[in-house]
């Protein structure tokens, strides 16, 4: 998906010259970002972050795949199942709850598994985009 472009830049002073001055090769994603990358975090005691992670994003990308788990109270049964539901507010984020005390990286395993694009950039829950 990444696409490469050679630059070469000419003596304009002497038409006659075939041999570039410099030469600069860019690469860069070729592909629309909102189609490639997914936005993963976790939280513990912390959901509230997560709608502020996630409107932060918006302004630019409307449509890029937000994801991230929310950690039940304690004893919240409905949390075992590992349901994932669509953020009543900010379109394309969806929330997966766990149960209380799942962990970061157990959180972070699941976000990534969960996740359909082919990147994935993993963020802290209080990360805002600037």
């Known amino acids: 998906h990444f696409s490469g472009l050679v630059v070469e830049v000419f003596d304009d002073s002497c038409q006659q010259s075939t041999t570039a001055v410099a030469t600069v090769e860019l690469e860069a994603l070729a592909d629309d970002v909102e189609e490639q990358v997914t936005v993963v975090a976790h ?50 984020m969806h929330i997966i709850d766990v149960p209380f005390d799942y962990g970061l990286s157990r959180g972070k395993k699941l976000l990534v598994q969960r996740a359909a694009t082919e990147f994935i950039l993993v963020l802290d829950d209080d990360f805002v985009r600037s």
Request: proline content about 6%; some cysteine; charged content about 20%.
């Open 43 to 92: 939280s513990a005691s912390r959901c509230e972050l997560l709608d502020r992670l996630g409107r932060s994003f918006r302004s630019i990308y409307a449509t890029l795949p937000v994801l991230v788990t929310c950690e039940c109270e304690e004893h919240a049964a409905h949390c075992e199942a590992l349901p994932q539901r669509s953020h009543g507010s900010i379109p394309h």
